[in-house]
């Protein structure tokens, strides 16, 4: 249910009372809170539990790396706003209903704080990548109200959140170092098997609407395929388009536009947080069939969760590219 319209001050009165009451009662986890670390984020320092037992996760495309690393989610939001529960085809969901991990509510309006702390968390993680950040933003002093709350800002890359989870807020630094090593000998191990399809390309993702957004070539999954010899358009770099939101990583396109800019050898195609499109299905538009990758089949097929990968989804990534290219 949506939050009443109030005032912040008094919104933030309300959110301090109920944290109060909830303590007086015995509620929220039973972390020994006086042992904490302290954080550096960009929103100040955060003391974080050295132990903490239920943490929620304000965005789904974090929370991969906390079940990796065999942390306590007590809640977590899904993986786009107004979704009921994660899809069951994101790779830690089987991980979440082994913890009974609670999928709280999310809107395009906003975090229902009343659900957050409903959950009694004793630590909160947000951020990352698009609109999770960007309303955790706006109401980061009332999420601390509930929790110490660490936001990942300025971090794109699936190696820079899961490092900056293990090596700064949980001290479980080894987890990171298999993983990236891992990860780094599998990137090694792809670009020797595979024949590179011809170049530039560029990387579309779909939403349910239909509205076609480009991914920036010099963040994410672009950079990713450009260490496998897949290099992108510089699309981005020629300062004729905007992000879709101050930070973020793709730009929008017209139909006009599609058939004026996407005149690159390959092309990939995602959906946007689900399976909103196809190549197939983008091949009885006549404005897509017409491309010079669709006309000469090299329109490709990811899988919607390679867009802003975590660890695993970004090894699983890996193989789907073996597949495409194999030698």
């Known amino acids: 249910m949506p939050l009443p319209s109030r005032s912040p001050v008094a919104y933030l009165a309300a959110i301090l009372t109920a944290v109060l009451l909830l303590a007086g009662c015995g509620g929220g986890a039973d972390a020994d809170t006086s042992a904490t670390r302290t954080v550096a984020t960009i929103q100040g320092d955060v003391h974080v539990p050295t132990a903490p037992k239920r943490i929620v996760v304000i965005s789904s495309a974090l929370a991969g790396y906390l079940f ?9 939001v899904p ?20 913890q009974g991990t609670t999928t709280l509510p999310w809107t395009a309006d906003g975090y229902d704080l009343e659900a957050i702390l409903a959950a009694k968390p004793d630590l909160i993680i947000g951020g990352g990548v698009g609109y999770p950040l960007g309303q955790a933003q706006k109401v980061y002093d009332k999420l601390t109200a509930i929790a110490p709350t660490v936001l990942l800002e300025k971090m794109d890359a699936w190696q ?44 579309l993702t779909i939403t349910a609407q239909g509205r076609t957004y480009v ?36 730009f929008l396109l017209s139909t006009e536009q599609v058939s004026q800019e996407i005149t690159q050898p390959s092309v990939f195609v995602m959906g946007f947080n689900a399976n909103t499109t196809d190549v197939a299905a983008l091949r009885k538009n006549p404005v897509y069939d017409a491309l010079p990758a669709f006309r000469a089949g090299r329109a490709y097929d990811l899988p919607y969760w390679a867009l ?18 194999r030698k």
């Open 68 to 76: 990796d690393m065999g942390l306590p989610v007590a809640g977590v």
């Open 160 to 203: 820079d959140q899961y490092r900056f989870l293990a090596e700064k807020v949980f001290d479980r630094k080894g987890d990171f170092d298999r993983a990236e090593a891992a990860y780094t000998s599998r990137i090694a191990e792809v670009k020797s098997r595979i024949t590179p399809p011809p170049g530039p390309s560029v990387f």
């Open 215 to 250: 991914l920036d070539e010099a963040r994410g999954l672009p950079t990713v395929f450009a260490q496998l010899g897949i290099p992108a358009a510089p699309l981005y770099a020629s300062g004729r388009f905007k992000p879709y939101t101050p930070g973020g990583d793709m």
């Open 308 to 325: 802003r990968s975590d660890y695993d989804q970004a090894m699983a990534t890996l193989d789907v590219v073996e597949k495409l290219f």
């Open 79 to 98: 993986r786009d706003a107004d979704l009921k529960e994660n899809s069951t085809d994101i790779l830690w969901t089987a991980k979440a209903k082994e």
